[in-house]
């Protein structure tokens, strides 16, 4: 049962969280530090979390991941990220990493097929006034922020079809203004595993908004953490309103953990 989390009041999960050991922070990025933005390349982590994720990286066993859909190259840019940051990435949707020191893609892109499907989802997004294409490293995305509901649902469904006739065995995401299609199988809920072995976490602290992030929420056991940003029925334990409130929640995580490390 998914509760709504009251800033300022104490919450037995939260401080569980706080004083694992060695403790993961997996957010997801837009609409989750980022509010929604009419142009997706435009979108930002709040400076208020952003302010957090330092003080959270500065301590010790404590890791902070931004777990997107988003291809690494566009991880990359929104999250405003440096070659020497502490923060980890996860992109298209757990398909590759971007870890401190290094870089790597879980496999090969498979640039004929991938591109093929492009050339011919283009024409599509091209006669629908207000959506927009998204390439990404192993696919596509077909975003619809700009656009009405009603050529939302006819372009979605046109793509549907394309995808059904040249693209069977892509895995289908729905999310929030978003349609998109992949080669890869992976999900949050396997960003979720590479992350806690990687890290040897003894807590993962997942933050997401949409239907997508619910893959990482059902991946979470005893001893984590998950929360969901907004309304929608979640496998969460907490609710936060907005992504200004996921930067209280990570003020509330970063002092305890402070406060308990001093």
Same mark, same amino acid.
């Given at each position: 049962?998914?509760?709504?989390?009251?800033?300022?009041?104490?919450?037995?999960?939260?401080?569980?969280?706080? $004083?694992?050991?060695? %403790?993961?922070?997996? !957010? *997801?990025?837009?609409?989750?530090?980022?509010?929604?933005? %009419?142009?997706?390349?435009?979108? &930002?982590?709040?400076? @208020?979390?952003? &302010?957090?994720? =330092?003080?959270?990286?500065?301590?010790?066993?404590?890791?902070?991941?931004?777990?997107?859909?988003?291809?690494?190259?566009?991880?990359?840019?929104?999250?405003?990220?440096?070659?020497?940051?502490?923060?980890?990435?996860?992109?298209?949707? +757990?398909?590759?990493?971007?870890?401190? +020191?290094?870089?790597?893609?879980?496999?090969?892109?498979?640039?004929?097929?991938?591109?093929? %499907?492009?050339?011919?989802?283009?024409?599509?997004?091209?006669?629908?006034?207000?959506? @927009?294409?998204?390439?990404?490293?192993?696919?596509?995305?077909?975003? $619809?922020?700009?656009?009405?509901? =009603?050529? @939302?649902?006819?372009?979605?469904?046109?793509?549907?079809?394309?995808?059904?006739?040249?693209?069977?065995?892509?895995?289908? &995401?729905?999310?929030?203004?978003? !349609?998109?299609?992949?080669?890869?199988?992976?999900?949050? *809920?396997?960003?979720?595993?590479?992350?806690?072995?990687?890290?040897?976490?003894?807590?993962? !602290?997942?933050?997401?908004?949409?239907?997508?992030?619910?893959?990482?929420?059902?991946? !979470?056991?005893?001893?984590?953490?998950?929360?969901?940003?907004?309304?929608?029925?979640?496998?969460? $334990?907490?609710?936060?309103?907005?992504?200004?409130?996921?930067?209280?929640?990570?003020?509330?995580?970063? =002092?305890?953990?402070?406060?308990?490390?001093?």
């Amino acid at each position: 049962m998914t509760r709504m989390w009251v800033p300022g009041r104490a919450d037995a999960a939260l401080t569980a969280i706080a $004083t694992t050991p060695r %403790l993961v922070i997996a !957010l *997801d990025f837009d609409g989750t530090v980022s509010p929604f933005v %009419l142009d997706p390349m435009t979108a &930002r982590a709040l400076p @208020e979390v952003v &302010r957090e994720v =330092d003080r959270l990286v500065a301590l010790p066993d404590t890791t902070v991941a931004y777990v997107s859909g988003r291809s690494m190259h566009d991880l990359r840019v929104i999250a405003e990220h440096r070659d020497d940051s502490p923060v980890v990435l996860a992109g298209s949707h +757990g398909a590759e990493y971007s870890y401190p +020191g290094a870089s790597a893609a879980a496999a090969a892109d498979e640039t004929d097929e991938r591109e093929s %499907l492009w050339a011919l989802v283009r024409p599509i997004i091209d006669r629908h006034e207000g959506v @927009e294409f998204e390439p990404k490293a192993y696919g596509f995305g077909v975003h $619809t922020r700009r656009a009405a509901p =009603d050529v @939302e649902e006819a372009v979605f469904a046109e793509v549907d079809a394309l995808m059904a006739a040249h693209g069977a065995g892509w895995r289908r &995401r729905h999310g929030h203004r978003i !349609l998109e299609f992949s080669s890869r199988n992976e999900g949050k *809920d396997a960003a979720m595993r590479v992350l806690r072995a990687h890290f040897d976490a003894t807590g993962i !602290l997942f933050a997401g908004d949409d239907v997508t992030d619910e893959d990482a929420m059902r991946e !979470l056991g005893a001893g984590d953490l998950g929360v969901r940003v907004g309304p929608g029925e979640s496998a969460a $334990t907490l609710r936060v309103q907005s992504p200004q409130e996921i930067a209280a929640l990570l003020r509330a995580v970063a =002092d305890e953990r402070g406060a308990r490390r001093e």
